[in-house]
């Protein structure tokens, strides 16, 4: 067992009601964009910890936090109560392997997330290795509700920096939205409605696509990529498809 770091809370924003964001000072060994660090409280006398993915890149202080308060959740319940200068504990080290150093090279990167699983992928579109490495990046971001796509300012930054080379593509499965496409991942990508929105392909050849969020997306989602010939990506067999589960 490792010794916990003492972080202090600097910032926090409320989205909406469900949905924050928690800005922390700590210790933290040096990190790869993508990976996550466990925060933990101690509640009643015993110490909660959770993975957190980092949104924050790693040249970039404060530690960044995005995560929803899931109903009756034992740790999230204690974090929204938060605020300025209240303790919170980080550990020492950030782990995970959905960072760009395990994807293969390829031409293009798709990015697709459901809720708050978008932000390990502005950590990793905070660096330079993503517009370094492919021509083309997607970033694919599908929640309930507009009140729930979070981070829309930080994504239009990224689309004025890097035109014709990053593609923001929302989903609103639960409210209609011109801007937005409608329904779930997975069926966009058995349908053609994700591609012929992006511009591009998805390829065995061309693509890299790494999925963050909600498991059942994840397996979906993976499931109409095999259908296409993709295949996951290991370190002992290369493949296209890279995932975190985030519960
Ligand atoms: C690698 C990794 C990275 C993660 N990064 C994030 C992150 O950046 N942001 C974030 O909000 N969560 C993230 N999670 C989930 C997080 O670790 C906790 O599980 C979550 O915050 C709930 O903790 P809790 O103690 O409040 O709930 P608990 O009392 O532990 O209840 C857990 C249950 O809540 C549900 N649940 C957990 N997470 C979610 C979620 N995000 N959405 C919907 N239902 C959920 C599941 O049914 C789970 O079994 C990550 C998980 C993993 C494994
Ligand atoms: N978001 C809220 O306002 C809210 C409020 C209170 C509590 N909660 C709780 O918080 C948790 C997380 O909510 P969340 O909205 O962040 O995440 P979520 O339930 O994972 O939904 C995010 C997006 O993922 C989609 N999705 C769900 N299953 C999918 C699948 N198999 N394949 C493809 N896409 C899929 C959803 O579409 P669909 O809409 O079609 O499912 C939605 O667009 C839930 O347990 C929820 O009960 C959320």
Redesign the pocket.
Known sequence: MYTWNIGKVVEYKHWNKTLHSLYVESDIEPFEAGQ?VKAALEINGEV?G????LVNPPDSRPLE????E?P??????HLVKLGYGDEILVAPRAH?FMILDEVPRAKHLWLMAT??GV?PFLSILATDKSWQRFERVVLVYAVRTLSDLSYQECISQILVKHPGQFTFIPFLSREPANFALSGRIPQAIIDGRLEAHAGIKISIENSQIMLCG?PQMIKDTTNALIERGLKKHHRFSAGQITT????
């Open positions: 996550f909660i959770r993975p957190y993915s936090f995005y995560y929803i899931v009756g959740g034992l740790l999230t319940s995970g809720g708050t932000g909600n975190e589960n985030y519960w």
